[in-house]
Structure formats: structure tokens, C-alpha cells
């Protein structure tokens, strides 16, 4: 059980951390095509449920590994 939570947690940090990066990937290339100010802001709205489903998901298994931890 403790083994789950402990490679569990780590596995949904990195799928967080992917997206994450995948979010920011996605502002960095809307920035460089050098689009106006409103279709940057656009396309930054709709990174954003992407990145906070990201940090969700990081701390979720931030959070999964310390209690695994803290349980052995």
C-alpha cells in the first residue's frame, strides 16, 4: 500500500510537471509568433485551466508521496 502511494504520487507528479512544462510551451509559442495583444491574452486563457489542472495533479502527488513517506 505504502509502495502505491509512494510511486504512485511520484508518477502524478511528473504527469503534472509535463503539463506544466506542455502550458508554458504553449504561452512561449503563442508569444514568439508575435501575435497582438488580445490574441495573447486569448491564448493565455486558454492555457490556464491546463496549468491549474497541472499544479492540481502536482499537488496531489506532492502530497501522496509525504504521507507515504511519513507512513513507513
Do not use: C, H
Request: aromatic share 8%; hydrophobic share 60%; glycine share 10%.
Amino acid at each position: 500500500m505504502i509502495f502505491v502511494l509512494v510511486w504512485g504520487g511520484a508518477a502524478l507528479s511528473i504527469f503534472g510537471l509535463i503539463g506544466l512544462l506542455f502550458s508554458m510551451y504553449k504561452v512561449a509559442l503563442a508569444k514568439k509568433k508575435g501575435s497582438s495583444d488580445e490574441e495573447l491574452r486569448e491564448s493565455i486563457q486558454a492555457a490556464m485551466p491546463l496549468n491549474l489542472a497541472s499544479l492540481f495533479l502536482s499537488v496531489l502527488g506532492l502530497m501522496s508521496v509525504t504521507i507515504g513517506v511519513l507512513v513507513t
